[in-house]
């Protein structure tokens, strides 16, 4: 067997291993009851053991809980302003059915009345491109406006490269996918500038959009939030926006962050980078294991405000410089 056929099969098989969990929880409950010392003592820890990786795998992944943020952008501008975006990422719907539907998604979204909405890529995890009409078609019932980038998922890293359907079906739904171009974004209480970068794994991000500077705050909307290593400080804009952590997924205290990648930007929330910050997203979906803990799905609405510079041009002052 080689090694892909032993990936298949790993990918096909750890969905359902977790139902063992039920035929074993008896036989562990009967020895509590039935044993006693050493014997009932391993029972009564492997039972606890058992039953938290039980509910990783079967009631966290199935929560949706929505997060609100109050982030106050760094600098000031020709005009000041405000604008709520609810932020998510990572949906890795599947074959298998084991992330938060789409359409859920979509409803706690609308519930939450945002400006805008990001969308910060990993849409699918070996999900057919046959699929995607139907699977994101509730997309397209959110009301607010919706950008989006695409994943390393998504290009095929790993998995197929789908990027060319999935692309097309979410332009069918009127979501502007956002990868290495830029826009202006208005209503009625902000304007600000949004630029999409592509994935970083996929090594072809435009830099240079942040070349020119803006006199609008500038939004910066990616999967990977280590792309904030990869803008030069000058540069880098007023927030950047991605997902691609899952907030470590199954999230245990030190071992987290030590055995894993999700730390080394910033695992979920707000943070501030020299010259800029970031926001990350925990996502909706799972990859490799069908497991969440301690970190359930999670819509992010970031409830963003900014300054104007009554004095002078916009410029990303420090805050104790404002007037």
């Given at each position: 067997?080689?090694?892909?056929?032993?990936?298949?099969?790993?990918?096909?098989?750890?969905?359902?291993?977790?139902?063992?969990?039920?035929?074993?929880?008896?036989?562990?409950?009967?020895?509590?009851?039935?044993?006693?010392?050493?014997?009932?003592?391993?029972?009564?820890?492997?039972?606890?053991?058992?039953?938290?990786?039980?509910?990783?795998?079967?009631?966290?992944?199935?929560?949706?809980?929505?997060?609100?943020?109050?982030?106050?952008?760094?600098?000031?501008?020709?005009?000041?302003?405000?604008?709520?975006?609810?932020?998510?990422?990572?949906?890795?719907?599947?074959?298998?059915?084991?992330?938060?539907?789409?359409?859920?998604?979509?409803?706690?979204?609308?519930?939450?009345?945002?400006?805008?909405?990001?969308?910060?890529?990993?849409?699918?995890?070996?999900?057919?491109?046959?699929r995607f009409d139907?699977?994101?078609?509730?997309?397209?019932?959110?009301?607010?406006?919706?950008?989006?980038?695409?994943?390393?998922?998504?290009?095929?890293?790993?998995?197929?490269?789908?990027?060319?359907?999935?692309?097309?079906?979410?332009?069918?739904?009127?979501?502007?996918?956002?990868?290495?171009?830029?826009?202006?974004?208005?209503?009625?209480?902000?304007?600000?500038?949004?630029?999409?970068?592509?994935?970083?794994?996929?090594?072809?991000?435009?830099?240079?959009?942040?070349?020119?500077?803006?006199?609008?705050?500038?939004?910066?909307?990616?999967?990977?939030?280590?792309?904030?290593?990869?803008?030069?400080?000058?540069?880098?804009?007023?927030?950047?926006?991605?997902?691609?952590?899952?907030?470590?997924?199954?999230?245990?205290?030190?071992?987290?962050?030590?055995?894993?990648?999700?730390?080394?930007i910033a695992r979920?929330?707000?943070?501030?980078?020299?010259?800029?910050?970031?926001?990350?997203?925990?996502?909706?979906?799972?990859?490799?294991?069908?497991?969440?803990?301690?970190?359930?799905?999670?819509?992010?609405?970031?409830?963003?405000e900014y300054a104007?510079?009554?004095?002078?041009?916009?410029?990303?002052?420090?805050?104790?410089?404002?007037?």
């Amino acid at each position: 067997m080689t090694a892909n056929n032993l990936f298949e099969f790993a990918r096909v098989a750890l969905p359902y291993l977790g139902f063992l969990y039920f035929p074993a929880s008896v036989l562990l409950l009967w020895a509590i009851l039935k044993t006693h010392g050493a014997w009932r003592l391993s029972a009564a820890g492997a039972f606890i053991c058992l039953t938290l990786m039980a509910y990783g795998r079967f009631i966290e992944p199935k929560l949706l809980v929505a997060a609100e943020h109050d982030i106050a952008l760094k600098g000031c501008f020709p005009e000041a302003g405000a604008m709520r975006i609810a932020v998510f990422s990572d949906l890795h719907v599947s074959p298998y059915r084991y992330a938060v539907s789409v359409e859920r998604i979509a409803r706690r979204v609308n519930a939450k009345a945002p400006d805008i909405v990001f969308i910060a890529g990993d849409y699918v995890s070996y999900l057919p491109p046959d699929r995607f009409d139907e699977t994101f078609a509730p997309l397209g019932a959110i009301k607010a406006p919706v950008y989006t980038v695409l994943g390393n998922h998504d290009l095929g890293l790993p998995g197929p490269d789908v990027a060319a359907p999935l692309r097309e079906s979410l332009e069918k739904l009127g979501i502007s996918v956002m990868d290495d171009r830029s826009a202006d974004i208005s209503g009625e209480t902000f304007d600000v500038e949004l630029v999409g970068l592509s994935d970083l794994w996929a090594r072809h991000q435009n830099l240079a959009l942040f070349d020119t500077p803006s006199s609008k705050p500038r939004l910066a909307l990616t999967h990977n939030p280590e792309t904030i290593d990869e803008i030069s400080p000058e540069n880098r804009p007023e927030l950047l926006i991605a997902g691609h952590t899952h907030g470590g997924q199954v999230n245990l205290p030190v071992l987290t962050c030590r055995m894993t990648f999700a730390c080394r930007i910033a695992r979920y929330g707000y943070d501030e980078i020299d010259g800029g910050a970031v926001f990350v997203t925990s996502g909706t979906g799972q990859s490799m294991l069908p497991i969440r803990f301690a970190v359930p799905p999670r819509i992010d609405i970031l409830n963003i405000e900014y300054a104007d510079c009554p004095a002078g041009p916009a410029t990303k002052q420090p805050e104790d410089d404002v007037l």
